[in-house]
């Protein structure tokens, strides 16, 4: 069955300082992968996609993340963080059935000064 | 244009009550999908509404149902609430099935079942 894991509940990093956010998933073949982010009281936005070709992709907000399909893992990235990405960031695997998206529990961002 | 749209935002019911929760997609989009998001956790999957028919259910009782309309509005209703209903509803829309996945959310529609 198609899983997704985050490894970290939360993280704390520093404003300005780099982020790495891991990600891993079970799928029996190429996966479509995706990045939410869900700010406090607000649904969810997506941040990056992943469908093939080029494993590292660029998404909104300056993150990126880089798919490794021999570590089955889709680690998001930003090299600089702002205190305004404090918030909930989601991985998640598409079935490409095309029918149901398969959220990771989500790991909470916390940025201080 | 209009994103995703979903009511009410905020919800009150008991035990053995019955809850309709309603979502209006993005501009443009056919496809409709419900997920329902505890306190703390990811997004779980309900199911997916396509041409008025539900394509596909997660793991998720009877007592959870749904309708999309014409105008490919949606409802999710559950009937007969128990505690663990508590959660933020989350609709999200897309364009066409079997879709990328990729998807639209509302901003939800939080229960509270006491």
């Known amino acids: 069955?198609?899983?997704?894991?985050?490894?970290?509940?939360?993280?704390?990093v520093s404003e300005g300082a780099s982020l790495e956010l891991r990600c891993n998933y079970s799928y029996g073949a190429t996966p479509y992968l995706f990045w939410y982010v869900q700010?406090?009281?607000q649904g969810l936005q997506l941040l990056l996609k992943y469908?093939?070709?080029?494993?590292?992709?660029?998404?909104?907000?300056?993150?990126?993340?880089?798919?490794?399909?021999?570590?089955?893992?889709f680690n998001l990235r930003k090299p600089s963080v702002h205190w305004s990405d404090a918030a909930e960031y989601f991985c998640a695997v598409g079935d490409t059935g095309g029918f149901k998206t398969i959220f990771g529990a989500g790991t909470r961002l916390f940025v201080k000064a | 244009d209009a994103g995703v749209t979903q009511s009410p935002t905020h919800l009150i019911k008991t035990r053995g009550q019955q809850v309709t929760l309603r979502c209006s997609p993005k501009s443009?989009?056919?496809?409709?999908?419900?997920?329902?998001q505890a306190l703390g956790q990811g997004p779980q999957f309900i199911f997916?509404?396509?041409?008025?028919?539900?394509?596909?259910?997660?793991?998720?009782?009877?007592?959870?149902?749904?309708?999309?309309?014409?105008?490919?509005?949606?409802?999710?209703?559950?009937?007969?609430?128990?505690?663990?209903?508590?959660?933020?509803?989350?609709?999200?829309?897309?364009?066409?099935?079997?879709?990328?996945?990729?998807?639209?959310?509302?901003?939800?529609?939080?229960?509270?079942?006491?």
Do not use: M
């Open chain 1, 1 to 12: 069955a198609q899983s997704v894991t985050q490894p970290d509940i939360h993280i704390t």
């Open chain 1, 39 to 41: 700010s406090p009281g």
């Open chain 1, 51 to 73: 469908f093939s070709g080029d494993t590292l992709v660029q998404g909104i907000k300056g993150f990126e993340a880089e798919f490794k399909r021999s570590q089955s893992s």
């Open chain 2, 28 to 36: 443009g989009h056919d496809t409709v999908s419900w997920y329902q």
């Open chain 2, 48 to 114: 997916q509404y396509y041409e008025e028919e539900e394509r596909q259910r997660g793991n998720f009782p009877d007592r959870f149902s749904g309708h999309q309309f014409p105008n490919y509005s949606s409802e999710l209703n559950v009937n007969a609430l128990l505690l663990g209903d508590s959660a933020l509803y989350l609709c999200a829309s897309s364009y066409g099935t079997p879709n990328t996945g990729e998807l639209f959310f509302g901003e939800g529609s939080r229960l509270t079942v006491l």
